[in-house]
């Protein structure tokens, strides 16, 4: 992707920025390297890109465990996909001075965190990492016409599966308990995600 060209400043409501904004979506399965895409992407454009994750839009652990879904945390119903909605659509019409502050989730936490990131009217590119952003049911279905581009990550799922449960491990999940959660909840949001695949602009493996 080219470098976006920096929202003017002046202006009334939407901002000038409005024009010159991108909306970059970066999806794939669990443990396919969406962070990783992204992570990289801010380091090569700089203060002209902010991450802006859709998990920060996880519902609230105690959430979950009240409605009976905490033990497949991470499905579609897990979260917050009008807020998520809401948001990419304030994200899309940047008024000039305001800044945008978006949850992220912290996993050492294992709940999200509001206004946990900053984006101001002119920066010209907000890479969307998400599991679902190509999904049309659960109320996702608005996303993918707020996004300019959407990637779709893979990567072979040996090597997918190994990340999975690495990450679990490493934050507080047993081995066998990582190893169950990534081939249980998380396979099968993957093979929901998979099928949105053919929905992407561009496939990337990052290897």
Same mark, same amino acid.
């Given at each position: 992707?080219?470098?976006?060209?920096? +929202?003017?400043?002046?202006?009334?409501?939407?901002?000038?920025?409005?024009?010159?904004?991108?909306?970059?979506?970066?999806?794939? #399965?669990?443990?396919? +390297?969406?962070?990783?895409?992204?992570?990289?992407?801010?380091? =090569? &454009?700089?203060?002209?890109?902010?991450?802006?994750?859709?998990?920060? &839009?996880?519902?609230?652990?105690?959430?979950?465990?009240?409605?009976?879904?905490?033990?497949?945390?991470?499905?579609?119903?897990? &979260?917050? =996909?009008?807020?998520?909605?809401?948001?990419?659509?304030?994200?899309?019409?940047?008024?000039?001075?305001?800044?945008?502050?978006?949850?992220?989730?912290?996993?050492? #936490?294992?709940?999200?965190?509001?206004?946990?990131?900053?984006?101001?009217?002119?920066?010209?590119?907000?890479?969307?990492? +998400?599991?679902?952003?190509?999904?049309?049911?659960?109320? &996702?279905?608005?996303?993918?016409?707020?996004?300019?581009?959407?990637?779709?990550?893979?990567?072979?799922?040996?090597?997918?599966?190994?990340?999975?449960?690495?990450?679990?491990?490493?934050?507080?999940?047993?081995?066998?308990?990582?190893?169950?959660?990534?081939?249980?909840?998380?396979?099968?949001? =993957?093979?929901?995600?998979?099928?949105?695949?053919?929905?992407?602009?561009?496939?990337?493996?990052?290897?």
């Amino acid at each position: 992707m080219d470098r976006p060209p920096r +929202g003017s400043a002046g202006g009334a409501e939407p901002s000038d920025g409005a024009a010159h904004r991108r909306l970059l979506g970066i999806t794939g #399965a669990p443990g396919a +390297g969406k962070s990783t895409v992204s992570a990289r992407l801010a380091e =090569a &454009f700089g203060a002209d890109c902010v991450v802006v994750p859709m998990d920060g &839009f996880h519902l609230a652990q105690t959430t979950l465990e009240r409605l009976g879904r905490a033990d497949r945390k991470g499905a579609p119903d897990t &979260f917050d =996909a009008a807020g998520f909605v809401a948001l990419l659509r304030r994200l899309r019409r940047p008024v000039d001075g305001e800044t945008v502050w978006a949850p992220e989730y912290r996993r050492e #936490a294992h709940n999200a965190i509001a206004g946990a990131l900053a984006v101001p009217a002119d920066v010209p590119l907000v890479v969307v990492e +998400g599991n679902y952003l190509l999904v049309r049911e659960h109320g &996702f279905g608005p996303v993918a016409e707020l996004l300019d581009e959407t990637w779709y990550v893979t990567v072979d799922d040996e090597v997918r599966l190994e990340r999975l449960i690495a990450r679990h491990v490493r934050f507080g999940k047993a081995p066998d308990a990582a190893r169950t959660w990534s081939l249980g909840p998380d396979e099968a949001n =993957a093979r929901l995600i998979v099928a949105t695949a053919d929905r992407a602009d561009l496939v990337v493996d990052p290897g």
